[in-house]
């Protein structure tokens, strides 16, 4: 036995990995193949602004409205050309494991899916030490009820988000709407290279100061949770997209797969998709091409739905 709960045959992987093994497997920029893990990250953020820039600089956009009181709840819209109420919108989390990233340099899929007549919105939320997981959870939350009460004659709000963004971004699939007073006319998710399941993440150096209790873990992990007390799907017909990068870690590859499972146990419409020769951070670089799979994956599972 390994002292961490769960024996070699029914435990989880990383259980039965040396501090450093975990600490490499979730390390993001250490499994990119074409660069350096530095070159990797400083590459990520200079496409993003650039992305960011073009897309403030081109089109119709709304730039830090207030989805909340909080100095850091603020959004993004960039709107298609066409002026219309009946929109698709399409609501992107940055990642960045919870404590780096900005809205400011997560635009990365505006230009092409604005060009193709969907809304795209870029959420702030409080990265850590300011905010906490919780914290992060309830400002997602709200920032979707901002643009569902903004736009009710939404024709659909995706939700997409990207590593940490992925987690946030699932953990709308447990958010409690009749407290918030409004049901936001949700149709769909997309994950990239998410993390479901917090607990091996409390034992990397990374993330030790954001997850102190098992408790905190627990009670943010989507995994953890639709696992032991499945909820029904709210809307049958809402997709959910699963998908990681063929050059992430196992152990990314293995959060996306059992997530997927455990959505398809729980009677969830979910698809799993390994993205071909790409890492964690090329699936979000070609998001800014409109003829990448992921973007055309997007706009088919939207413009089917709508
Ligand atoms: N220090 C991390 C950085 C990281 O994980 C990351 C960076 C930018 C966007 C997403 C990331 N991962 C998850 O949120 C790494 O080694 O890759």
Redesign the pocket.
């Given at each position: 036995m390994d002292g961490l709960g769960g024996g070699p045959k029914c435990g989880a992987p990383w259980k039965r990995m040396s501090k450093e093994e975990l600490e490499n497997q979730y390390?993001?920029?250490?499994w990119v193949v074409r660069l350096g893990?530095e070159e990797a990250?400083r590459t990520?953020s200079q496409i993003g602004n650039e992305a960011t820039k073009r897309a403030q600089a081109t089109g119709r956009n709304l730039l830090d409205v207030p989805y909340g009181d909080g100095e850091g709840e603020k959004l993004d819209i960039y709107f298609p050309e066409a002026v219309s109420e009946a929109l698709p919108f399409l609501v992107f989390f940055h990642?960045?494991?919870w404590q780096?990233?900005s809205k400011d340099s997560s635009a990365f899929m505006v230009s092409p899916l604005t060009a193709q007549g969907v809304a795209v919105v870029i959420v702030a939320y409080d990265i850590a030490p300011k905010g906490t997981l919780d914290q992060m959870v309830d400002q997602v939350t709200q920032s979707i009820v901002f643009v569902q009460k903004q736009y009710p004659g939404n024709q659909g709000i995706y939700l997409c988000g990207?590593?940490?963004?992925a987690h946030l971004a699932a953990m709308m699939l447990l958010a409690n709407w009749t407290k918030r007073g409004v049901r936001p006319n949700l149709k769909g998710f997309f994950l990239v290279s998410g993390i479901y399941d917090l607990e091996p993440v409390m034992h990397t150096s990374?993330n030790a100061p954001l997850l102190t209790t098992l408790e905190d873990a627990q009670r943010n992990s989507p995994q953890w949770r639709l696992k032991t007390s499945p909820t029904q799907p709210v809307d049958p017909a809402c997709h959910i997209l699963v998908t990681v990068g063929q050059h992430d870690s196992p152990e990314f590859h293995r959060q996306s797969r059992e997530f997927y499972q455990t959505l398809r146990r729980g009677g969830w419409k979910a698809s799993f998709e390994e993205l071909h020769d790409v890492d964690?951070f090329e699936t979000l670089w070609n998001l800014t091409q409109k003829d990448y799979v992921l973007t055309q994956i997007i706009l088919k599972t939207i413009f089917q739905e709508s």
């Open positions: 390390s993001p920029s250490r893990a990250l990520y990642g960045g494991y780096s990233g990207h590593s940490a963004g990374e964690h």
